[in-house]
């Protein structure tokens, strides 16, 4: 299994498969069980660090990360980890 973790406390932190769509939240860890897979996430920008927001929660997962708009399976997004961050009106 791969992982790459930003190092923060676990508060706050949730699988981006959890999010409802409008949420943002910063990328902290990154874990999966394909090696592939789990490149293929980093090549795309999907790495600790990375601001993401969602856009979509059905049928699929579709994410902005960065200025990238990525769609995953909902397995795939249960491999990235998040801490949320409050909106601010």
């Known amino acids: 299994m791969s992982?790459?973790?930003?190092?923060?406390?676990?508060?706050?932190?949730?699988a981006l498969?959890?999010?409802?769509?409008?949420?943002?939240?910063?990328?902290v860890d990154v874990r999966c069980s394909e090696g592939a897979r789990?490149?293929?996430?980093?090549?795309?920008g999907?790495?600790?660090?990375a601001r993401v927001t969602v856009l979509q929660t059905f049928p699929g997962i579709v994410f902005l990360c960065d200025q990238?708009?990525?769609?995953?399976?909902?397995?795939v997004a249960?491999?990235?980890?998040?801490r949320t961050e409050e909106i601010r009106r």
């Open 68 to 75: 990238t708009e990525l769609a995953v399976e909902r397995g």
């Open 78 to 82: 249960d491999s990235i980890i998040v």
């Open 38 to 44: 789990f490149n293929r996430l980093l090549g795309l």
């Open 46 to 49: 999907v790495t600790p660090g």
């Open 3 to 14: 992982s790459i973790t930003l190092v923060f406390g676990s508060k706050g932190t949730t």
């Open 17 to 27: 498969s959890t999010l409802r769509a409008g949420s943002r939240g910063v990328v």
